[in-house]
């Protein structure tokens, strides 16, 4: 579905992301994970269509990505950021906000989808005409992740969708987007700096560092321990370390 | 006794009445490290912000008890607070990007704290604060304290934080969230350069977080609390024990790297919970 091969991405003279390479199966879910500055984010962002300064070669769908993308593009592969409270538009009600996509790409029965929409991620319909600081953060989150979802996409690109929302709603959260990857068919990349979580999500991931991918393994190698690069060892000790409440 | 803070209430007023946050909260804390932790909106911030009384203008604070090192700070004047705030128990941030002043260099921001507190010369201030940059583990601490805040990382910035907060030397450290906003290792470098700093200068530290397995790895004893109340109040190796079935759920909804969760479990909210 997706086929990223020797992807580059410089800003003036730093070079954030250096040859990176990796796919990603329909229906499947790829993690990528790393630390502040590793260029995991900036990869997205290249995939998205957000900076159109990169060189190498992406596909999606078997279709060779160009610095500018076609509308059916846009309509395919959507993004939810990080911060629901800085990626809603402050000033447009949630029946806005979801019915502007579907206006775009020119769809119908925007009434019913609508519904459907905000139903598929169990939010009640009374938050329809709701502006988003009337909502709490893991309703925000659900409300972008609908908007998302509006066009009928196949590809959803996940930038750290949980790490602004309190552990209960992050469950909540990584079990909704776990059931509409099911309904949907959708293929997830999911960009991260906790292991737990894109362990939990994803079954191949890719670990970053310093604009490299240093190492790509299975959730079950990590979880056991299968690790080749030392970075993706450190990672993964110190996550293990800290997940666990300490003992007497 | 550092802190004694008996039956404290916090409440907002709203359109139909006041709004309780923070209900009938009692907490002592001496010489140690105590986590409070909670979700968005459980209290946690506004108890620990209630003992330098730093809370909004129209919040209504009542208490039996609220004292610093035996000061009433519930009846004290801005002047007598004055004398708490920053001297003697400090306070850290979320997010350097937004607590550091922009337009001043990391050392002079240092410098000015310790001047304001300490009194001394505009040299002697400035080598104090590039003494303390060396302290917080800062390996170019005279590159560093030349640098304006958006010349630093996420990590840097909370590092100068802190150096600022200990310059007067306070005997209470108050962390609010200070590392929620930096990626796992660099979280795990401040929270050990905290403990470490605490337990070295014989401070009391509170820290504020919503990750309860990760408080307990660097605090003696945790204070769970939801809407307003403490729930559940143990030491931080008996976590796994917890009773109350809000401290085991927010265990048990995080998903782990050491073994598959095929679902996440779901915290269920018994309504008997806030009474």
């Known amino acids: ?248 | 006794m550092l802190v004694e803070i008996r039956n404290l209430r916090i409440q907002f007023p709203t359109a139909t009445g006041l709004s309780e946050a923070v209900r009938n909260v009692s907490l002592t804390l001496g010489q140690e490290k105590l986590g409070i932790v909670g979700e968005s909106g459980s209290g946690k911030s506004l108890t620990a912000r209630s003992i330098l009384r730093l809370l909004p203008s129209n919040a209504v604070l009542t208490a039996d008890k609220l004292t610093f090192d035996d000061i009433d700070v519930l009846h004290a004047n801005e002047t007598a607070l004055r004398r708490i705030r920053g001297a003697r128990a400090g306070l850290i941030l979320q997010d350097p990007k937004f607590s550091l002043n922009p337009v001043m260099t990391a050392g002079a921001q240092i410098a000015e704290a310790w001047r304001i507190h300490r009194g001394g010369g505009r040299k002697l201030a400035m080598q104090a604060a590039i003494d303390l940059l060396a302290q917080v583990q800062i390996r170019d601490p005279v590159h560093v304290a030349k640098a304006y805040p958006h010349e630093l990382s996420g990590g840097m910035g909370q590092r100068v934080m802190i150096a600022m907060m200990l310059a007067p030397d306070p005997e209470l450290l108050i962390a609010d969230e200070p590392t929620s906003a930096l990626d796992a290792t660099v979280q795990a470098e401040i929270l050990r350069l905290i403990e470490d700093l605490v337990s070295r200068r014989g401070m009391g530290l509170i820290l504020i977080s919503h990750d309860l397995p990760l408080v307990s790895h660097f605090c003696d004893r945790v204070a769970v609390m939801y809407a307003g109340r403490v729930v559940e109040e143990l030491a931080a190796s008996d976590l796994l024990h917890a009773q109350h079935p809000y401290t085991r759920g927010l265990l048990d909804c995080l998903p782990t790297l050491s073994h598959k969760k095929t679902r996440l479990t779901v915290m269920q909210r018994d309504p008997s919970w806030l009474t």
């Open chain 1, 1 to 248: 579905m997706i086929e990223v091969a020797a992807l580059s991405v410089r800003f003036g003279k730093t070079e954030a992301v250096k040859s990176v390479s990796f796919d990603v199966a329909r229906g499947e879910s790829f993690g990528i994970v790393g630390e502040s500055g590793s260029g995991k984010s900036t990869v997205l962002r290249a995939l998205s269509g957000l900076n159109p300064d990169w060189t190498g070669r992406m596909e999606i769908d078997g279709l060779p990505m160009t610095p500018k993308r076609s509308k059916d593009f846009f309509r395919r592969v959507q993004m939810v950021f990080q911060d629901p409270y800085g990626s809603l538009h402050p000033r447009q009600t949630v029946d806005r906000l979801l019915s502007e996509p579907l206006i775009v790409h020119g769809m119908d029965n925007i009434d019913q989808r609508i519904m459907r929409g905000l139903s598929e991620v169990a939010l009640p319909s009374s938050v329809r005409f709701r502006y988003s600081h009337q909502l709490s953060g893991g309703q925000r989150q659900r409300v972008a992740i609908a908007r998302a979802l509006m066009a009928e996409p196949d590809v959803l690109l996940l930038d750290e969708p949980t790490s602004a929302l309190d552990v209960s709603v992050q469950a909540e959260v990584l079990n909704l987007l776990d059931d509409l990857q099911r309904a949907h068919g959708l293929t997830y990349v999911l960009v991260s700096h906790n292991l737990a979580v894109v362990a939990h999500l994803c079954g191949r991931i890719g670990v970053m560092q310093g604009g490299e991918m240093v190492e790509l393994l299975s959730a079950d190698d990590l979880r056991a321990g299968r690790t080749q690069h030392p970075h993706t060892a450190a990672l993964r000790e110190l996550s293990i370390e800290l997940e666990e409440p300490e003992a007497a």
